[in-house]
């Protein structure tokens, strides 16, 4: 395999793919990208075994070819390059020569076959299964709504990810970690054969945030076990959690009683402030709700305490609630739009914070002395 490369489309292209390469994998393989060449075009892959990326880039192929390279090393090298031309050329015995100007590197590979099968994307749809398509932008924007919420403890792996229901000509995004929940949706047209629900993974949402554009669109696929994005020149395969999600919608309270419009940036700033002076064991802030107004309080023993007050639209009676800080500033600082509403039945039971698209967040409260 002999390669002419350009260095920022080369390392764009390893950028892409390297954050799943595991750094403490003992299958050595999994430390290494793909490298394949053929017709002017370079593919580079990168696996866990749990969640593959694919993407191309635009080269000269004097030779074509394939190798595994090691992911770290190979990034650290082009990086450091100290000009825009470079070439790649793999021997028989699997040695990597570098050259960019007078510089020179030889590293050496793994043979391509020893690399794990990453599923392609499917080439055409069927009514059994169809290939899905949002706009890269709005499914971004879904998973920053909601992705917060979901549990990072490993013995509820079933919630270590998103629920995404395909049903009814919407697609509905789920989080949980059995404190909290956030849910979204948007139309999407798909056909009736085409429902479905599946747990997408943590990383596989963590990439696609990290990925996803604000041009053009997503196709997404369900292949067995593994969801598969397809999007520019990158291409994403993870595996779905298994297991069954949590019936969220009996966690949803019926009907509201209070409801307060807050002004969600003013919110936002003065629960952190005060939560400055929270403590680690207790965790909370205490919201009292009078007539258009809301006192936010922290107090913590042997510590100090913190009150702020600010403006809100409510005419209903006093009442006070505490909430983890974090699970409060957390919807607040990824919702965009100047106004929240807060819905209460009581002070016992859940809060739901909404605004003026489709969005829900559940928050329980935490009791108060």
Request: charged residues 25%.
């Amino acid at each position: 395999m002999k390669l002419v490369l350009q260095k920022q489309k080369f390392l764009g292209a390893l950028s892409t793919v390297q954050n799943v390469v595991g750094s403490r994998t003992p299958i050595g393989i999994l430390n290494n990208l793909l490298l394949k060449a053929d017709k002017n075009l370079l593919t580079i892959s990168a696996t866990d075994l749990d969640i593959g990326i694919r993407n191309s880039c635009e080269v000269g192929v004097e030779k074509p070819g394939a190798i595994t390279l090691p992911a770290r090393r190979l990034f650290s090298i082009i990086r450091e390059l100290p000009s825009e031309e470079l070439t790649l050329d793999v021997d028989s015995k699997l040695g990597a020569t570098i050259r960019c100007g007078s510089a020179f590197f030889k590293i050496m590979g793994m043979p391509s076959e020893e690399f794990p099968t990453i599923p392609e994307f499917p080439a055409k749809t069927s009514d059994k299964n169809p290939i899905y398509k949002i706009e890269q932008k709005g499914l971004k924007e879904l998973l920053k709504r909601v992705s917060y919420a979901m549990s990072a403890d490993e013995k509820r792996y079933v919630l270590n990810g998103l629920l995404l229901c395909l049903k009814e000509g919407k697609l509905t995004i789920v989080a949980t970690d059995g404190r909290r929940l956030a849910l979204t949706d948007q139309e999407l047209d798909f056909p009736k054969s085409g429902e479905r629900e599946f747990i997408l993974p943590a990383k596989a949402v963590l990439e696609l945030q990290r990925l996803l554009g604000d041009k053009d669109e997503v196709a997404f696929a369900l292949l067995e076990n593994q969801i598969l994005f397809s999007f520019g020149q990158t291409e994403i395969a993870a595996k779905m959690v298994e297991g069954n999600y949590p019936n969220y919608r009996q966690v949803i309270p019926a009907d509201a009683k209070e409801r307060v419009t807050l002004e969600r940036e003013l919110f936002l700033n003065s629960v952190r402030r005060v939560a400055l002076l929270s403590s680690e064991k207790s965790n909370s802030v205490k919201l009292t709700f009078g007539k258009n107004n809301l006192e936010i309080a922290a107090n913590t023993p042997d510590v100090g305490e913190a009150h702020e007050s600010i403006p809100v639209q409510y005419k209903g009676k006093e009442f006070t609630m505490a909430f983890n800080p974090e699970f409060l500033i957390d919807p607040l600082k990824n919702i965009d739009d100047d106004n929240v509403h807060f819905d209460f039945i009581d002070e016992l039971s859940p809060g739901v914070i909404r605004y003026n698209k489709p969005f829900l967040y559940v928050i329980m409260p935490m009791r108060t002395a």
